[in-house]
């Protein structure tokens, strides 16, 4: 069942509209402090929205529905991870806008030095790849199973998402991606949280017929899944949360520092909500669509069978809003980095228009290796799953101990970041280049090692006339 004309016009209306929000923030853009923390005046609304819509992206959506297709409700334990996270930085997210930190790598540099940033920031670019890859990705996928009358294939399709990501993000900087953010938020809850499920819930019928839908493909509190992989959900994204650097430059973009741990609760809150949605939807899907040959497009599929002309529109124009409200920040994070993180550092007296110039050809050069990196087609959940664990295990131990730990060391930070990512990267290697599955999860190991060699080393490095203090230790 293909999408009608009017549908497809309500899917290019939205499109043009948050182009058109880049080139207006273009016109508020007048730093580099700006495009990359909108000046550090972000009011509680926009705040609460660009956090929100970070979170749910088309792994959180349609990466977690395909997986619960797969493994039913078992997949919520990554949620719970993700959830507390965002409650544990609630209680220090106020502290970090108060000491004026621009980015995760910057406070890196305050504790280890400018090289240590610098390998930070690197780090971030790898894995920030990937994940604007895999909203590209899903964007190909939607196109051509639901618009095949358009003619366009998965790689124009692909092409085309980047372009308009790239636009509004290249234009506008945070402030862009944080006005189409609050947007698309609205948009997701209008047409994936409420008209989808009332419309399914109408045409499924009364309370049996819901609870024949809701069976479980797999029986078992794992789901199916295997026990450690399910525990490494817990070390990978509640650590992820704390040392996002898409959260710490909202942080840093905040107005007022009191906004901030409401903003992380009400967030929590929300994912929570999304996540107990869309699992439960790719159950759902699992129950009518027992063979769907995507499991990633249960939820899109039901939108083209289940609802109306114009809100099948509103509702694929959400699936958009929540791909493209990961992928612009990722990109964002991008350009700042290299500008911020690794050429304001290597060279102090870089102008603040060169700085801003940078910052955009980033963006535009990372938007086009993200497309050969979509190209791949590795399923969501997966991709991401794998990006985030070489983030972890490399800068989840230097990044904690930088804020809180009062015998940090540099060379700690150095050996916990090699050995950590590195150990992750060797038996990933292993496992899909060899075929050889280790007996522990990778990245319970690259992160469990990071820790251990931390503490360790800095035991054995630490002295008290080179010491430093912890980034929040005024605060």
Same mark, same amino acid.
């Given at each position: 069942?293909?999408?009608?004309?009017?549908? +497809?016009?309500?899917?290019?209306?939205?499109?043009?509209? *948050?182009?058109?929000?880049?080139?207006? &923030?273009?016109?508020?853009?007048?730093?580099? &402090?700006?495009?990359?923390?909108?000046?550090?005046?972000?009011?509680? =609304?926009?705040?609460?929205?660009?956090?929100?819509?970070?979170?749910?992206? &088309?792994?959180?959506?349609?990466?977690?529905?395909?997986?619960?297709?797969?493994?039913?409700?078992?997949?919520?334990?990554?949620?719970?991870?993700? $959830?507390?996270?965002?409650?544990?930085?609630?209680?220090?997210?106020?502290?970090?806008? &108060?000491?004026?930190?621009?980015?995760?790598?910057?406070?890196?540099?305050?504790?280890?030095?400018?090289? $240590?940033?610098?390998?930070?920031?690197?780090?971030?670019?790898?894995?920030?790849?990937?994940?604007?890859? *895999?909203?590209?990705?899903?964007?190909?996928?939607?196109?051509?199973?639901?618009?095949?009358?358009?003619?366009?294939?998965?790689?124009?399709?692909?092409?085309?998402?980047?372009?308009?990501?790239?636009?509004?993000?290249?234009?506008?900087?945070?402030?862009?991606?944080?006005?189409?953010?609050?947007?698309?938020?609205?948009?997701?809850?209008?047409?994936?949280?409420?008209?989808?499920?009332?419309?399914?819930?109408?045409?499924?019928?009364?309370?049996?017929?819901?609870?024949?839908?809701?069976?479980? =493909?797999?029986?078992?509190?794992?789901?199916?899944?295997?026990?450690?992989?399910?525990?490494?959900?817990?070390?990978?994204?509640?650590?992820?949360?704390?040392?996002?650097?898409?959260?710490?430059?909202?942080?840093?973009?905040?107005?007022?520092?009191?906004?901030?741990?409401?903003?992380?609760?009400?967030?929590? +809150?929300?994912?929570?909500?999304?996540?107990?949605?869309?699992?439960?939807?790719?159950?759902?899907?699992?129950?009518?669509?027992?063979?769907?040959?995507?499991?990633?497009?249960?939820?899109?599929?039901?939108?083209?069978?289940?609802?109306? =002309?114009?809100?099948?529109?509103?509702?694929?124009?959400? *699936? *958009?809003?929540?791909?493209?409200?990961?992928?612009?920040? $990722?990109?964002?994070?991008?350009?700042?980095?290299?500008?911020?993180?690794?050429?304001?550092?290597?060279?102090?007296?870089?102008?603040?228009?060169?700085?801003?110039?940078?910052?955009?050809?980033?963006?535009?050069?990372?938007?086009?290796?993200?497309?050969?990196?979509?190209?791949?087609?590795?399923?969501?959940?997966?991709?991401?799953?794998?990006?985030?664990?070489?983030?972890?295990?490399?800068?989840? $131990? =230097?990044?904690?101990?930088?804020?809180?730990?009062?015998?940090?060391?540099?060379?700690?930070?150095?050996?916990?970041?090699?050995?950590?990512?590195?150990?992750?990267?060797?038996?990933?290697?292993?496992?899909? +280049?060899?075929?050889?599955?280790?007996?522990?999860?990778?990245?319970?190991?690259?992160?469990?090692?990071?820790?251990?060699?931390?503490?360790?080393?800095?035991?054995?490095?630490?002295?008290?006339?080179?010491?430093?203090?912890?980034?929040?230790?005024?605060?």
């Amino acid at each position: 069942m293909a999408i009608e004309i009017v549908d +497809g016009l309500v899917i290019l209306i939205y499109l043009a509209v *948050i182009v058109g929000v880049g080139f207006y &923030a273009s016109t508020k853009i007048k730093s580099s &402090a700006d495009y990359a923390v909108a000046g550090r005046s972000m009011k509680f =609304p926009v705040l609460c929205g660009t956090l929100i819509g970070t979170t749910i992206g &088309a792994a959180a959506t349609m990466g977690k529905a395909g997986k619960a297709y797969e493994a039913g409700f078992a997949v919520l334990y990554a949620s719970i991870a993700y $959830m507390l996270g965002y409650v544990l930085m609630a209680f220090f997210a106020s502290r970090l806008r &108060a000491a004026n930190i621009d980015s995760m790598p910057d406070v890196l540099q305050r504790r280890y030095g400018k090289t $240590m940033r610098v390998v930070g920031a690197v780090i971030l670019l790898l894995t920030a790849i990937p994940v604007v890859g *895999i909203q590209l990705s899903a964007c190909g996928l939607i196109v051509t199973q639901f618009l095949p009358d358009l003619g366009i294939s998965f790689t124009g399709a692909v092409v085309i998402a980047a372009l308009v990501i790239v636009v509004y993000t290249l234009l506008g900087g945070l402030l862009a991606v944080a006005f189409t953010d609050l947007m698309q938020v609205g948009i997701m809850f209008l047409g994936i949280g409420i008209m989808l499920p009332l419309l399914l819930l109408f045409e499924v019928g009364d309370l049996d017929a819901l609870k024949a839908v809701l069976v479980s =493909p797999v029986e078992g509190w794992l789901g199916g899944l295997d026990l450690a992989y399910t525990l490494s959900f817990f070390p990978v994204f509640t650590a992820i949360v704390l040392i996002d650097p898409s959260v710490w430059q909202r942080i840093a973009a905040a107005k007022c520092a009191e906004d901030l741990r409401p903003a992380m609760f009400l967030t929590a +809150g929300f994912f929570g909500f999304w996540s107990v949605l869309v699992v439960g939807l790719g159950v759902v899907a699992f129950n009518l669509y027992p063979g769907l040959s995507e499991a990633d497009l249960a939820i899109p599929q039901m939108i083209v069978d289940y609802m109306p =002309p114009v809100l099948k529109g509103i509702c694929l124009a959400a *699936i *958009i809003a929540l791909i493209m409200s990961t992928g612009d920040s $990722m990109l964002l994070i991008c350009g700042t980095t290299v500008s911020w993180d690794i050429v304001r550092v290597l060279r102090p007296g870089t102008q603040d228009k060169t700085l801003l110039l940078i910052s955009r050809l980033v963006i535009l050069v990372i938007g086009i290796v993200s497309v050969f990196f979509a190209l791949l087609r590795i399923p969501l959940f997966e991709v991401n799953f794998m990006a985030l664990g070489i983030f972890v295990s490399g800068l989840f $131990m =230097p990044v904690m101990g930088a804020i809180f730990y009062r015998h940090a060391t540099t060379i700690g930070a150095v050996c916990a970041t090699a050995l950590g990512a590195g150990s992750f990267l060797g038996l990933q290697l292993m496992q899909f +280049g060899l075929g050889i599955t280790p007996p522990v999860q990778p990245i319970l190991v690259g992160l469990g090692l990071g820790v251990v060699i931390y503490f360790i080393v800095c035991k054995f490095t630490w002295s008290a006339d080179t010491a430093t203090s912890p980034a929040l230790a005024r605060q």
